[in-house]
């Protein structure tokens, strides 16, 4: 799981804690044991990637894009899904 984790969360694993806060700030609210709780954070990670959501943050990485441009990728997003494509 750490090298999984590190993958999706760099800095995580070192010196830095930076799992340790996330899990202490967020994963305990869920009732997740620290596994399951960066299993799940991994797994949605891989899941939004390979989204059309996905595509389009890859697409516009490193750009300003307007709150309108996000919504209508997210809803065409669930458009798609809801259509099986």
Same mark, same amino acid.
């Given at each position: 799981?750490?090298?999984?984790?590190?993958?999706?969360?760099?800095?995580?694993?070192?010196?830095?804690?930076?799992?340790?806060?996330?899990?202490?700030?967020?994963?305990?609210?869920?009732?997740?044991?620290?596994?399951?709780? /960066?299993? +799940?954070? !991994?797994?949605?990670? $891989?899941?939004?990637? #390979?989204?059309? %959501?996905?595509?389009?943050?890859?697409?516009?990485?490193?750009?300003?894009?307007?709150?309108?441009? /996000?919504? +209508?990728? !997210?809803?065409?997003? $669930?458009?798609?899904? #809801?259509?099986? %494509?």
């Amino acid at each position: 799981m750490a090298n999984k984790l590190n993958n999706v969360m760099p800095g995580s694993g070192g010196t830095s804690c930076l799992e340790r806060y996330e899990y202490a700030k967020h994963g305990v609210c869920f009732g997740f044991d620290p596994d399951s709780y /960066f299993g +799940a954070m !991994v797994r949605l990670n $891989g899941e939004i990637k #390979r989204s059309p %959501v996905g595509d389009f943050l890859a697409k516009h990485y490193g750009q300003t894009v307007s709150r309108a441009d /996000f919504d +209508a990728a !997210v809803a065409r997003a $669930g458009s798609a899904e #809801r259509e099986g %494509v």
